[in-house]
RNA sequence: GUGGGUAUAGCUUAGUUGGUUAAAGCGCCAGUUUGUGGCACUGGAGACCGUGGGUUCGAAUCCCAUUAUCCACCCCA
């Protein structure tokens, strides 16, 4: 295919017919964030380069190898985000969200960018759901988060995802593990690779999850961060499960997460999924990120956040065979034979629309038939025929698409009360069917 | 970044050891006489067989390259 008509690598077009499916995942996850006190953000696709080099961090793989990093015609170099926290961090600073009532408490739904390969739940443009806290130190906080979290995937009614948790612990104990761990792979200098030599000074736990074979196998007999965190952060971990107890929220603690983005200190987590078919998928991960505020130039504020992909989501979803109710079914096509006719049909077409009815009406000349066919394609609830006798008579046929049975209905001034009427008992009926179903 | 698979109508695929105008199902459009969809029947449109080279009298089929795509590792959402 030609590069005209073929969307970029890694990119997704999510057509019509599918669209209901992403709105209905967002409008939960912003109607979940609400109920936890969330507000949404919005904040630009592109921010300066050096807002994501200091916040992800510059050893991260996300900062030297996937970002989308142009130069601007004014000179700027310029970054399309690769996660939402760095926005949400810079914006919360820039307009002193810190000087009202804490915490400040913010979601979002973002499109990010990362020039990867693309697989199976991975892509160079991907849907983010997030949400930041600022102010908050105490574990219930971390818990809240993990909470809402929690209940998103409830309520979107996926299982088999479970909850990992760890503590990479703050600055303070972090420097002793650092230490620990530049003693360790000194030993190694010989063999590690060029980037993890390079990182040994300055962030050595990133030498962990290098991609080198060599390095990887050294990094297998490493010290462990658990071992080497501090009384009040290891407090403050043991405070986080037994607030997760107190609400039956399962979890493992799992000592190996060391997340990919720099400003994480304390408590990370993620979600996994433990379905066959998306076995190891990620449906989300989080953590504090006390030191960040700080890093930005704001003043020190402890915060944490939390991000899921949307795409993986939707994923997991469907492997699991979730039905994601249509939301945008037609109410009433009205059919038309004739010009008069279809200018009718238009004019009620309006005014059904005005009532909030999901209405449509022939715009492409089609015969009685095909425009029959077309009403049925889309699922229309009711079909209205209107031809010249109609028009004359102002009475016309208003078909039942489900059960077939035709009923009149008045095009006067009764019109819509009557449409009204006749839709609002067959909903009934099909609440109904439902209510003594159950 | 490393490794593996695949590329034929909008979609899913067939195409036998290379052999004339490249098939089928679904979908789309139109009909099956009068103004009512679903079912059935009939017909139609729609493919430079991913792209570029090569082998050959002849290539969708064999070879090389390239691109795209999918999957796994890694990392991440």
Redesign the pocket.
């Known amino acids: ?1 030609q ?1 005209l008509t ?6 997704q077009d999510i057509l019509p017919k599918d669209s209901y499916k992403w709105q209905f995942i967002e409008n939960i996850m912003l109607n979940q964030a609400e109920l936890f006190g969330f507000s949404e953000i919005r904040t630009p696709v592109f921010e300066h380069t050096e807002l994501f080099s200091r916040s992800v961090g510059e050893d ?3 900062v030297q ?1 996937e970002m989308y990093t142009f130069n601007d015609k004014g000179g700027r170099s310029i970054t399309l985000r690769p ?1 939402g926290t760095a926005g949400a961090v810079r914006a919360m600073l820039e307009h002193g969200l810190y000087n009202e009532s804490l915490p400040v408490k913010m979601s979002y739904i973002t499109l ?1 960018y ?1 020039y ?9 443009e ?1 849907t ?1 759901f997030g949400v930041e806290m600022f102010g908050a130190s105490s574990a219930a906080a971390d818990a809240e988060v993990i909470c809402l979290a929690k209940t998103l995937f409830d309520r979107l009614g996926l299982s088999n995802i479970s909850l990992e948790i760890n503590s990479i612990g703050c600055p303070k104990c972090r420097a002793k593990y650092y230490e620990a761990l530049k003693k360790y792979f000194e030993g190694y200098k010989s063999e590690l690779c060029e980037t993890c030599l390079s990182r040994l000074d300055r962030n050595p736990m990133r030498i ?2 290098c ?1 080198s074979l060599i390095c ?1 196998k050294i990094a297998e007999n490493a010290p462990a961060v658990l071992d080497f965190i501090c009384a009040d952060c290891k407090e403050h971990f043991e405070k986080l499960k037994e607030y997760l107890d107190a609400v039956s929220i399962e979890y493992t603690v799992n000592p190996k997460i ?4 720099d400003y994480y200190t304390r408590t990370v987590f ?1 979600f996994v999924s433990k379905d066959k078919n998306t076995l ?6 989080g953590g504090r990120y006390d030191g960040l505020v700080e890093e930005l130039g704001g003043k020190p504020t402890p915060a944490l956040g939390f ?3 949307i ?2 989501i939707l994923l997991a979803m469907e492997s699991q065979g979730i039905e994601i109710p249509k939301t945008n079914v037609c109410d009433v096509y009205i ?1 038309s ?1 004739g010009d008069a006719a279809s200018l009718f049909a238009f004019n009620l077409t309006r005014l059904l629309r005005e009532s909030s009815f999901i209405a449509e009406y022939d715009t492409i000349g ?5 425009q ?6 889309i699922g229309a609830k009711f ?1 209205l ?6 028009i004359a008579s102002k009475k ?2 208003i ?6 049975d ?1 009923l009149e209905i008045n095009l006067d001034k009764n019109f819509l009360t009557e449409f009204f009427k006749i839709h609002a008992e067959a909903e009934n009926e099909k609440i109904f069917k439902n209510f003594s179903q159950k």
Not at 6 to 11: D, L, N
Not at 366 to 370: E, F, I, T
Not at 385 to 390: A, I, N, P, T
């Open positions: 295919m590069l073929k969307a970029p690598r890694g990119t991260t793989d996300v190898k996660e990010c990362r990867e390969k693309p697989q199976s739940g991975r892509w160079r991907f983010q962990l999850d991609k990887s060391v997340r990919g983005l993620e190891g998928l990620v449906c989300g991960g991000g899921l992909g795409g993986r059919a034979i089609r015969g009685l038939k095909a029959m066919k077309y009403a049925d394609k079909t025929v209107l031809g010249d006798d109609e016309a046929k078909k039942n698409m489900k059960t077939g035709l």
